[in-house]
Structures are given as C-alpha cells and as structure tokens.
C-alpha cells in the first residue's frame, strides 16, 4: 500500500511549486526570489530552510548536495527535486484548493 498523501500548509504548497517550477536548479535562493515574485509576499529564510526540511522529513522532497563554487567560497549547494509522494501532495492540495474555489470565480477575479 502506497504511503499516505500528507497534508500540506499554504507555504509548503507553494515552496513545492517553486521545486517543480525551477526543475533542476531548485536550490534556496531561486526558489526564495520565486515565491516573493509570485506572492509579494516576503520570505524569511528561516522559514524556507524549515519548510524544506519538513517536506523532505514528509516524504515530499529529496535533496543532494550540488558541486562546490568559488562563488559561494568553496561550498555547495543544496538542491531539491520533487519525490512521487511530493507530487501526490501537490496535486491533492491543488485538487482541494480548486473544489473549494470552484463558482467562486465571479468573485475571486474581481479587482
């Protein structure tokens, strides 16, 4: 049996979109810029930093760890991608926001 789809937060639903979005470049700093652009809204990096570490103790994410840069002084970056159970999550998420939003378009798209 295929384990459980986790539940996800609005924050952890939009980091996991930023991961699918950037595709193999998804590393903090894109996926920061990512989601202020889109949302307008400000994102600590504390607050991304624990939402990845959530989704990937979830079962959400895997990371690995990218080849060191003179840019960042000899470290590496970390990067993300999506795991199948991660997929699920998002689609599931998106499924119930879609339900929820559904006859309310006249209202939502107003200005």
Excluded: N, W
Excluded at 22 to 31: F, I, N, R, S, W
Excluded at 66 to 85: H, I, K, N, Q, W
């Amino acid at each position: 049996m295929p384990p459980k789809t986790p539940y996800l937060g609005e924050f952890e639903y939009a980091v996991l979109l930023a991961v699918v979005r950037l595709g193999d470049e998804a590393y903090a700093v894109p996926m920061r810029e990512l989601i202020e652009d889109r949302t307008g809204r400000p994102v600590a990096r504390g607050a991304l930093y624990t939402a990845l570490e959530r989704l990937e103790a979830k079962g959400c994410l895997r990371s690995r760890m990218g080849d060191p840069t003179p840019e960042r002084g000899g470290r590496a970056r970390r990067y993300f991608s999506v795991t199948p159970l991660g997929l699920r999550a998002l689609k599931s998420t998106h499924a119930a926001f879609a339900s929820l939003t559904k006859g309310l378009e006249a209202v939502l798209e107003q200005p």
